[in-house]
């Protein structure tokens, strides 16, 4: 088959690679059959993320159809349409019995496309599948899901939940790329009064009111702490979401979050940041931190299929999966290109033969 | 009447004043019977906290009885004996109506001893005494009660609840001062499975033994990290508490920290301190800040009167009310005189007349 | 002035009645505004509510501009525009310091036309009005904050919070009278999956679905707890709002909840029920009772002054405040005149000269 | 082998059983240690249970050590030793993924001594061991842990956390057998002010003193609800836990609760009862049910790691597990023997052989 596969910093190529196989019990093999590139595969393109070894195929959001199963598997059958999550849980550990899948200790978490191969390839080998996919409900298409394989409960969780946003809050929302916007989009989920939207680019800005955002701030340009000030006669943000990852953007939060308020973190940062305790160690403040579990998504599957969350905006283009290499290139050009989420769509080939018997006999 | 007054950095005196007088229907005045010195006190007298203005008198942690009622006041009469906070509530303002009496913006908050006169007087004027004191249970003796004026609620709410303790966690408290044995005494409980205390006093962490930690560590000479992830197979601790006010105590509490804790920052911080988000981010911990609101007061109360709760070992230090002086000497010369709380009592001369009338008058 | 006087079972007139006059320094006079009928002024009406003595003025919902206040109300002046509400705070015993001033044990709770005379008159005495009444935002008009008064933090707090209506959920609503569409108004503050209300009258369920039902059950004529399980899969309801108040309708949600759900009970009940514990021990199921405590009336304020609420298509007919008795018939006779919510307008005449000093003088 | 079997209402024997074989990738066989007799098997030899078929091994709760296992078992080996919960989780259905293990949809729930065979046997089939299985530390023996397997963890949740006691609280606990002492226990892991125990037997209230009361009512004799409300100054408790499963001790628990308590329901009730909304409406009561999920038997194996519980008092009669008949005829006539927890020791022959191997080659 063929795949996207990482051959080291600045290097990538559309391969033909090994079919995977069911390595465990536990394990499921997916044909995919739509896939996206996310901003973390950026990163490891440049070097950024070194745990991620070069011959490792790349990508984490897909949505596919199983084509084998391991002996364990009981949730799902050959054929089943589904959503390969970026997070894996092993559903046994102390952490995924507590919903932390993230923080997983039994050999899942983030594994897809970083320890393990990844899904931007025609099979995909999903471990601990009965733990970590979901079945798709009839009459949704695999554009409507795909965002719920990182996004959606990323900035959900993360952000919304983790943020405790209630109805009535003024949430501030700093970075309007996709993570910034699906946090407009779940903040949503809980009325709040104000949703403000900070970003440098005015092209974002526009977009955020597009996805619901009711005051935008271009905070290169306008005193940002003053004009939320403004908005809230004083007392500042109930919850500010950091949704960028640079020291600059987690500092504005903390000057813009009202006493007794909530700093979400979501960005991933690589360098320290700066906290003025001396000015908030009175304020009664609350800064959370953390990788999505992805414990929401049947919660946001479900507001899908009921038409209350829509995801779909998101797609800016769209590229055969063979064309994965093209489809980095104008996803890594954003600044020109304009592109949110790229869309990779497989052949959708009929499956292999079921397999389960050939692995009994081997 | 005669109180401890301010006479700016470094300066202080027990002095002639005037009598307090009702000022707002609000208002009590009250004969202060025992009361005691906080460190903040210590940090007015080097100057740290310009708000205070010279010709203050300082305090605001007292048991006293009430010798004058305001037109308005229902739930007190004179001669009741009360618990007067370091907080003060006006009971009105939306932070007081959500129980965040220390964000009060209707006049209250950390105002005795610092905006307005304190306690450390024969008498002294309580504002809004309907909505910020406490009548003391019969049979409680002032030492019972003094220290839920400020320690007890401060380690209590900002630490243990802030901090989210639950039965079987690993809470590990930096700094045994006051803050960090009251946090000692109140995590307890909340039946954690074990309570590390770290200090760089050998003597404190002794102290710490007798108040009930079951492991200390003094972090000045030993790798308190390898220490604490030795203790807890690698994970780190459930809750950090921060009762010191340094950066390096911070710091040190965000590395001993598990992933999913929480670091509850107690201490009163002078300077900004460096937030490791390179390492954090992904760590799902949560920090929070803040004042004491005292709402947990009438619960901690009803903890001392049924002896779930006893502050009276704090007492290392009894002086006259009228040896203010001498009893700030012994006080902030704890090193050596291993002073933990020093107690002022006061003549408890016969109240004056009510003086509701005279009011009335006016 | 004048007022709508209760006379006792069955009878009620629009009487000459002596003004208020301010009784504690924590009193304030209001001219009212606008006012509006509930269905309990109805059972008050019928002997229902023997704590209400002759001699009365009903009402408890009202929008008015004060014209006295007494001389420890810090937080209003003459002149303010403010929203009256059915539960009255004193701000200072234990059930208001925790939020629930309608459990207040310091004169407060539902009083206004119950136990005190209420406001369906020219003139009314608010008692506690620092911390019972809610200053009104500039550019709102009285119909839009009246229901404020009661139905919406009613449904609002016992229904929709007790609830714990999470987004994703599926809400069923029994009983479509105005507290049971103010639910429906409220749940989707939290964006639930699917809102189902279940009413015996087809003209009320109609005007479910304009109110934002996605799903309408006449428990009159279908099998309401098939229709519930069809929908949900055989799982329930996550919440159940009962709406009504008879023993059926509790019974029903005992039915249609789920394992691990709740119901929220909000009607005003006169007969006890049965509970099915011999079912339920085992479902996981949570049942809440309540009173408004209208601690949610500021978060409730600011949504419907930023349009994310509106309460006036509440409003289906209109009078002016002196044909109180009219409009007591045609309220009175929902069945035949569709009557929703019917508001009463007051004259708006001068306020009389402010009258402190007066008071001081006295 | 041999094992206590159930051979309809009224019949039991220690029987010869064929031994239990692996029939699923995540089964376990585990030799019985040790193992005890609960109420709810006292319920099935009567026929109250009728889901179980004549032929069952009975019991749900024992130490043992793992003989076996299946080709997807992850997170243990043979000769592990552990504990075995009464409530078994398959770790992957919506219920398990939330923690509400007693709901599980996916082949778990309450199955052990129920739908499958059970554990009062030298052997037990043990499914999904993986996610229902806990290892047991070093240093404990099996009684330390024996009570972990069901009257533990039930009386934790289904009470005291369902009950959200808290700090301070007063909580009245009706019923004192197994269930309701663990209730005690456990309940002073949240330090309340008072702990009431309400029995009609005086034996049963001694030994509740004896476990932790600091008061006890026998409301066969005594007035109750008086009692209660003079102890509480006329406001009930904080927290009512039912622990005896018949309508009048639940109505009890609804007239003591106070304004804004919680009345939890522990026991197993044939039968409905009555609900007081006449009365309970306006009170903001919360009531929960719930079978057990053993969501917290890691926390509850810490603290007995700790030292910080002990069920060991639970135990007053030992027998070889040859003895079954014998030693449920003295907990079954508990009243005369003063039985409490009845031990049964398995011999702990020599495991036989892994037999992993055997499996793969089958």
């Known amino acids: 088959m063929q795949a996207l596969v990482y051959h080291g910093p600045g290097q990538k190529a559309w391969d033909d690679v090994p079919e995977p196989t069911l390595q465990a019990p536990t394990d499921a093999i997916v044909r995919i059959d739509t896939t996206t590139i996310c901003g973390t595969d950026l990163h490891i393109l440049k070097g950024d993320v070194p745990a991620v070894i070069p011959g490792t195929i790349l ?4 949505v596919g159809t199983i084509s084998e199963i391991g002996s364990a598997v009981t949730g799902f059958e050959v054929g089943d ?6 997070i894996t849980s092993c559903g046994r550990c102390p952490s995924c019995k507590q919903g932390r899948y993230g923080l997983c200790t039994g ?4 594994i897809l496309g970083h320890l393990i191969d990844g899904v931007q390839a025609e099979y995909a080998r999903i471990p601990f599948v009965d733990t970590s996919a979901y079945k798709i409900p009839e009459g949704l298409t695999d554009e409507q899901v795909l965002f719920l394989a990182d996004i959606f409960p990323t900035a959900y969780e993360v952000g919304i939940l ?7 809050d003024v949430v501030a929302i700093v970075g309007a790329g996709p993570i910034g916007l699906a946090a407009v989009l779940t903040a949503k989920l ?3 009064a104000t949703i403000v939207v900070l970003d440098v680019a005015d092209e974002r800005l526009e977009l955020a009111k597009k996805f619901g955002a009711d005051v935008t701030i271009n905070n290169g340009i306008e005193d940002a702490v003053a004009r939320i000030m403004e908005l809230t006669e004083g007392r500042g943000a109930d919850v500010a979401i950091e949704a960028v990852g640079v020291p600059a953007t987690f500092e504005l939060c903390s000057e813009i979050v009202s006493s007794g308020g909530t700093v979400a973190n979501v960005g991933v940062h690589g360098s320290p940041v700066t906290l003025h305790l001396e000015k908030l160690w009175i304020k009664g403040v609350t800064i959370t931190t953390g990788l999505v579990d992805t414990f929401t998504t049947p919660t946001l599957l479900k507001l899908i299929a009921q038409g209350r969350l829509d ?3 998101f797609t800016t283009h769209r590229f055969k999966l063979s064309e994965s290499v093209e489809a980095y290139d104008v996803f890594g050009a954003a600044a020109e290109t304009n592109a949110l989420k790229v869309v990779l769509e497989g052949e959708k080939t009929p499956l292999n033969a079921p397999k389960r018997e050939a692995l009994a006999l081997a």
Chains 1, 2, 3, 4 share one sequence.
Do not use: D, M
């Open 107 to 110: 050999g899942g978490g983030w």
């Open 190 to 192: 809980y009325t709040p």
């Open 311 to 313: 995801g779909t905006p």
């Open 81 to 86: 349409r589904i959503l390969i999550s970026c």
């Open 59 to 62: 990508g984490h959001e897909a």
């Open 162 to 168: 983790n943020g405790q946003v209630k109805p009535g």
